[in-house]
């Protein structure tokens, strides 16, 4: 078919006023150009002849005529081979269209039609191999693609970086690399873009305009700075974008070797994003770029892979890099400096961020970077206590890697060395996550970090997060002590340091109210390990851990840490033979200088402690008796006379406390050591303080053996309390007088017979006092004095009928009292017939 166009027709008509005539035109002719065959030089002759008045139209006041005009040029070019006369003439009008400052298109339609029609241009004459014609236009093309980049619509933007990257991919370098600042800085301000196509186009073209920048320049520096935040993007296509700008520098980039420390970084924390899409879409790429690496270096990588095997606790479920990608990383050991520095950035996505960067630089670097750790390390240990817990997790991750894969003798000491200078959590963190999964550990290192931890600059800290990391490094110490080759004794002084550390930490963790079992646990084992029981334990090491209690000769208040650490140890460990005699010592300090809050701590403790003495003391009896007595003498007794003060009265309140805890825990040796106290109880039992009377109520039915001259001032005391203003003492009053039983004298019948007497005057006294107390609507009295005048009842049968006679003859309500001792009177009767 013959092309018939008729140019002078068309030319008159677009050169008209008419709109609908124009755009006609322009549609039939461009319909002919698209569905008709025709020689190429039918084609450039009628393009020679319309190509003004076409190009003229890209300015006509239609936008429907202007939109025509660039659809039929399209037509033309699309046919046409690649002439510089065309190119420069479409190109020239386009450069009036879109590449002055001020925006001449008002339309964004048609700006986006004229970009697309540079992009066309360029794709046409790539494809014929004739891209240089374009170096006679490139400060025209240049202006059209910069406004295009700048452009509000966002379509616009993304064609024009689009074009961008098909002309840098077939442009001469140095024809192009005049052009490529002023192009950089206008894609540097789509970065910010909030459309993600549009910062993934950005970042597409910026990797191709970083082949053809000038690498002794600051341009390269700044490109860096600029894309690198977007490793950081919300959006993981735009991470993998950036990621996959890394790997075209690294393939293709001539002067790569020199930026490789500021290319990786593109690339590795792609390695280790959250989403499967970036990895996977990087991960083989990234492999090709170290097979490259490898056939540039295979001289020396080649004899580096014979040799080359993983360490035998390397990661699970981690794939070790290629040997050409271990390379690639480790030939670039400069790159911790810029990755630690934004460990410490204010911002909590950057730190996370040079985490994971520092994670694939370590499994890529290995054992290379072992001389490095030492300017980490500060760095390191800092985020591993980060307030963010992903932060601190992925510091963890890296700690720990580190640990599996530098040389173990080589960093051991610069670790060593950080924990003496520095002793904080963060360090101990750091290195108990190295130490830890590292396979090495001698004797010498073992103990040498049991006596660190041992020291008061570690056991003795109050932070519960350093605690919980020392208890932890002292268990790993204890795993690693079962694969050392070491002699019994030297094994024993390792457990030795261990324990004193450990019961340390877990002293004040109990006097902070914090969770001990795990300190509980470490102790147990070490117990196992030595083949003794826990108490045992305590019974032979203690005494050193005591020892490390100082500074109680001061005015400490109850928060200090010498006394929490005290408090806490007797809380722990309990009260023990062995040691009682210096835990006394120290207890005698803090009565001696401490302030109240810190006496009332310390003594509670005790109280408590007292109450299983016969489970911790562990010795005989009469050496349990004169344990006893020593610590009632120095510790209890001089705190139960009765001195002014509201202190005073606490102390009194705490050591009735501990006496009557004492006469519960050490039942068969307060019989023999109470007795000696009973000169205090009277005053006690009308103490002002409702606590201490009532532990001295408590406590009275302990009082045992006792002669009736020693007993009757206590016995009446106690009577007394029938009386008291509480009525829980007042039950305990009522049930104590029963059971409160005197020591009869054997030698003489006559003095026997005088003490008997004395005695029966004192139960009808409290007999009376009972059946006055019967009368009381109280339940719990009632039945308090019910079981008492039971008891009473069976052992004084004559002074019970005598009493209550007489109570008879003078109670209102007989019914009542009848009934009482009826109801005594059957229950003994019963009493009997089951006794027979």
Known sequence: ??????????????????????????????????????????????????????????????????????????????????????????????????????????????????????????????????????????????????????????????????????LAKVADTQELRPFTESLAVALYGM???????????????????????????????????????????????????????????????????????????????????????????IYPQWLKCGELYYEENEAELSKQEISDLPVENYPENVKRPTIGCRGLVQRSLRLLTLITRETSDWKDNVRLHALKLLYQFVLHAESAMTAKFFEIYGDLAHVCIDPVAEVAAEAAKVSDLLGRLLMYDAWIDHGFDGLERNARESYMRCFYYMFTSALGGTYEQLNKIAKL???????????????????KLLDTVLDKSLKINAGQEELQELYESVYVSGIKVNALQHSLSEDVSQGKLLIERIAKLEQISVGKLHERWFHLALLDVENLDASLEDTAEPVMLLDGLINICHLRAPYMADLIKKVLLVFEHCCDSAHVKVFSSLSMASLIWSETMGIEREQSTQVL?????????????????????????????????????????AVEVLPSLAKHMPSLLEDRNVTTRHYAIKAVVYFRGMSVEDLKPLAYA?????????????????????????????????????????????????????????????????????????????????????????????????????????????????NEVTES
């Open 1 to 166: 078919m013959t092309l018939e166009i008729d140019t002078q027709k068309i030319c008159d008509q677009l050169e008209g006023t008419d709109r609908r005539q124009k755009t006609k035109a322009l549609e039939e002719l461009r319909e002919l150009l698209e569905n008709t065959a025709v020689s190429t030089e039918e084609m450039a002759a009628s393009f020679d002849e319309l190509y003004l008045h076409l190009l003229k139209s890209y300015d006509d006041r239609f936008e429907s005529v202007r939109g025509q005009a660039v659809q039929t040029v399209n037509a033309f070019l699309k046919r046409l081979p690649p002439m510089d006369f065309h190119l420069l003439n479409v190109v020239s009008t386009l450069a009036e269209r879109m590449g002055k400052a001020e925006t001449v298109e008002p339309s964004e339609e048609i700006r986006l039609i004229y970009i697309g029609q540079l992009h066309l241009m360029i794709c046409q004459y790539a494809k014929m191999g004739n891209v240089g014609v374009f170096r006679e236009c490139y400060p025209q093309v240049t202006k059209i693609l910069i406004k295009s980049i700048k452009d509000d619509y966002p379509l616009v933007q993304r064609e024009g970086c689009a074009t961008f990257v098909d």
């Open 191 to 281: 970065l910010n873009h909030k459309h993600a196509p549009a910062r993934i186009s950005a970042v597409e073209a910026i990797g191709r305009l970083s082949l053809h920048m000038d690498a002794s320049g600051d341009g390269m520096r700044r490109l860096f700075n600029e894309v690198s935040p977007l490793l950081m993007d919300t959006m993981p296509l735009v991470r993998r974008e950036v990621g996959q700008m890394g790997i075209l520098m690294l393939l293709e980039l001539l002067d790569r070797y020199s930026f490789f420390e500021r290319i990786l970084p593109l690339v590795l924390c792609c390695l280790k994003d959250d989403s499967p899409e970036v990895l996977s879409h």
């Open 453 to 471: 931890l041992r020291s008061t600059d570690y056991s003795h800290t109050l932070k519960p997060g350093f605690q919980e990391y020392i208890l």
């Open 629 to 669: 007595a020593e610590f009632v003498t120095q510790i209890v007794e001089p705190y139960l006379t009765w001195k002014a003060g509201s202190s005073a009265e606490a102390m009194r309140s705490l050591a009735m406390a501990t006496l009557c805890a004492l006469a519960q825990g050490a039942e068969s040796e």
């Open 718 to 830: 106690t009577m007394q309390r029938m009386d008291d203003p509480s009525a829980g003492i007042r039950s305990l009053a009522a049930l104590a007088v029963g059971k409160l039983k005197p020591k009869f004298k054997e030698d003489s019948e006559e003095e026997s017979q005088h003490e008997k007497e004395v005695w029966e005057s004192f139960v009808k006294r409290a007999m009376d006092l009972l059946l006055l107390y019967h009368e009381s609507p109280e339940k719990d009295i009632k039945a308090a004095v019910e079981r008492t005048l039971k008891e009473l009842a069976q052992s004084h049968p004559e002074a019970w009928e005598e009493r209550y006679k007489r109570a008879l003859a003078m109670v209102q309500k007989k019914d009542k009292l009848s009934e009482l001792y009826e109801k005594l009177t059957i229950k003994d009767e019963a």
